[in-house]
């Protein structure tokens, strides 16, 4: 059974840092796709960051690029992501998410879910 589990999150202010993990168990391919979402309430999830196992370099979105590092820990089976530079509008509930195939910005390509861990950034 795949188990997804994210941590990490908080409360900062404007120009704050956090770094989320996000710890994997169950997964057995050796390829995937290991990413990072994040839902804004009233709003649709989104994409944040996503790396693939086969080694290409990580993909972001545009409103985090610079901003956002996204890292995994093969050995430990551990997701990261480290935000940097945050800002109200990075308020949201994140989701890591893994896919036994290419990346895909979509969240319905991603079949394993965690429960989320919630960021909120304050001005």
């Known amino acids: 059974q795949v188990q997804l589990v994210e941590s990490g999150g908080g409360s900062v202010q404007t120009g704050g840092s956090l770094r989320l993990s996000c710890a994997a168990s169950?997964?057995?391919?050796?390829?995937?796709?290991a990413g990072w979402f994040r839902q804004a309430p009233g709003k649709e999830r989104e994409g944040v960051a996503a790396?693939?196992?086969?080694?290409?370099?990580?993909v972001y979105a545009d409103s985090v690029k610079g901003r956002f590092s996204i890292s995994q820990d093969n050995a430990e089976n551990t997701l990261y992501l480290q935000m940097d530079s945050l800002k109200p509008e990075d308020t949201a509930m994140y989701y890591c998410?893994?896919?036994?195939?290419?990346?895909?910005?979509?969240?319905?390509?991603?079949?394993?879910w965690g429960q989320g861990t919630q960021v909120t950034v304050s001005s």
């Open positions: 790396i693939w196992s086969g080694g290409d370099s990580p």
């Open positions: 169950g997964f057995t391919y050796s390829t995937r796709c």
């Open positions: 998410a893994i896919r036994n195939d290419v990346c895909y910005w979509a969240s319905r390509y991603y079949k394993y």
